[in-house]
């Protein structure tokens, strides 16, 4: 992903009328400034015991290899500044590559996929590294309003190192043609800001005879480069 700047006036908006769940659960009320002793307040660390093995590999997670599009995500987690966090932990989870949830809301009739739960994380390395091995999420279809669907995505959650530094946002695929249509991508109106939520195909992640890569670095903070949040977070 470009750190490509956006203006500080971009912020997502909150009452989304068109993103039909949140009607009732945006704030109502102007936002509330916090002082600034909070943005240097430290958030809660996790340690490297909080992990199991294949946490990152939500290929290997069960007995057998899951069906679908075998793909690597990888990044860097960085702030306003284009400094790694470092020890930062990422969720991820997603939907199979039929685009049904392990979840027991969720009603769409694809085909769940016994060898996949759809939950990952890990820690940042030094250099603000993260690596997850999956499958490539399918599209799904979701109510919102006639014919709608999901462009193909992964929920990312990220607790940096500071209160400030907490994220929760969604990585999309390049070249989705139902990003057009969906508004939880276009509830960030700022076309360049948008582009920070789509991942880049990246030939040099890619493993030859074994899975595409892609890269997406994230920006936490709340400058012009930040990664914007999903507006249901
Ligand atoms: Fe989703």
Do not use: C
Not at 90 to 115: F, K, M
Not at 143 to 149: I, R, S, Y
């Amino acid at each position: 992903m470009a750190q490509t700047e956006r203006p500080v006036d971009s912020e997502v908006e909150v009452d989304w009328p068109d993103y039909r769940s949140t009607r009732l659960r945006h704030p109502a009320r102007p936002l509330v400034v916090l002082p600034g002793r909070f943005a240097d307040l430290e958030g809660p660390v996790f340690g490297d015991d909080a992990l199991e093995p294949h946490d990152d590999d939500l290929t290997r997670q069960h007995d057998g290899e899951p069906l679908g599009e075998r793909i690597i995500v990888q990044g860097r987690l960085l702030d306003d500044e284009g400094r790694p966090i470092r020890k930062a932990l990422i969720e991820i989870w997603q939907a199979n590559a039929a685009g049904r949830y392990r979840h027991d809301g969720d009603r769409h009739p694809a085909p769940l996929d016994p060898s996949f739960g759809g939950a990952g994380r890990r820690l940042t390395d030094d250099e603000g590294r993260y690596r997850f091995v999956t499958v490539k999420p399918g599209a799904y279809p979701w109510g919102n309003h006639e014919n709608a669907w999901r462009p193909a995505h992964i929920h990312f959650s990220l607790f940096g190192r500071l209160f400030a530094q907490r994220l929760v946002t969604q990585m999309y695929f390049p070249g989705d043609p139902l990003f057009e249509f969906d508004p939880i991508f276009q509830s960030v109106r700022d076309p360049r800001a948008r582009e920070l939520m789509v991942a880049s195909f990246d030939l040099g992640v890619t493993q030859p005879e074994w899975a595409l890569g892609y890269t997406w670095d994230i920006v936490l903070g709340r400058g012009r480069a930040a990664t914007p949040l999903d507006p249901d977070a």
